[in-house]
């Protein structure tokens, strides 16, 4: 029932700038965990982002102090400044919802994300 889409993805040069955005099926958001993973080839995907429904924020230590991560009642962003070629990934928006007293996970399909000169 709960639909995620990410977009904004390319290729872009180190350095660069790059707003990813996750549309949500309703205003999930708005009460709910939105968080961002990012999953390299050869590599097991991981937490880049996250942000709790009270409005807390985590990043990984290898994004800190050069991304942001916002959301509305409908959509989560991740804005990615002096990108780096080790930013590469398929980024992926992650929400979970309690349904019948247990928790559900839903993912979108993932943007790709490429650094390279």
């Known amino acids: 029932q709960v639909q995620l889409v990410e977009s904004g993805g390319g290729l872009v040069q180190p350095g660069g700038s790059l707003r990813l955005s996750c549309a949500a099926s309703?205003?999930?958001?708005?009460?709910?965990?939105m968080g961002w993973y990012r999953q390299a080839p050869g590599k097991q995907r991981e937490l880049v982002a996250d942000i709790t429904s009270g409005g807390s924020v985590n990043y990984a230590d290898s994004v800190k102090g050069r991304f942001t991560i916002s959301r509305d009642n409908a959509k989560g962003y991740l804005q990615m400044n002096s990108l780096k070629p080790e930013d590469t990934a398929v980024y992926y928006c992650?929400?979970?919802?309690?349904?019948?007293?247990?928790?559900?996970?839903?993912w979108g399909q993932g943007t790709q994300v490429t650094v390279s000169s």
């Open positions: 309703g205003s999930i958001f708005s009460s709910n965990y």
């Open positions: 992650n929400t979970f919802l309690y349904r019948y007293g247990s928790r559900v996970d839903y």
